[in-house]
């Protein structure tokens, strides 16, 4: 499985920004689905999953400002970032978990800069 991800770039604080993350196969496996960010220096954080059912969870960072969203007709993963600050600045990954078989893929990393 490949795990692609698009959409990062340079954007002004409290612009926005659409992160996409297309598999190359079927999604319809992958119970578990998340965007994580590395800021530089810092560990990397979990910052928005989806389950197979529907319910998420973001970090208390972004509620409220983000939301992530999946196409399963299409194989891919959203995150919409809305209100975005300076901290947002990172490289966000895509990570795409099967929890019953314990498989996950990560894509290669999209930068995000949020200049204030």
């Known amino acids: 499985v490949q795990v692609v991800e698009s959409g990062g770039g340079l954007v002004q604080a409290g612009g926005s920004l659409r992160l996409s993350c297309a598999a190359s196969g079927s999604t319809f496996s992958f119970n578990l689905m998340g965007w994580y960010r590395q800021a530089p220096g810092k560990q990397r954080e979990l910052v928005a999953a989806?389950?197979?059912?529907?319910?998420?969870n973001y970090a208390d960072s972004v509620k409220g400002r983000f939301t992530i969203s999946r196409d399963i007709t299409k194989n891919m993963v959203y995150l919409q970032m809305n209100s975005l600050k300076a901290e947002d600045t990172a490289v966000y990954y895509c990570?795409?978990?099967?929890?019953?078989?314990?498989?996950?893929?990560w894509g290669q990393g999209t930068q995000v800069t949020v200049s204030s």
């Open positions: 990570k795409l978990t099967n929890l019953n078989t314990g498989s996950a893929y």
């Open positions: 989806i389950r197979s059912g529907g319910s998420t």
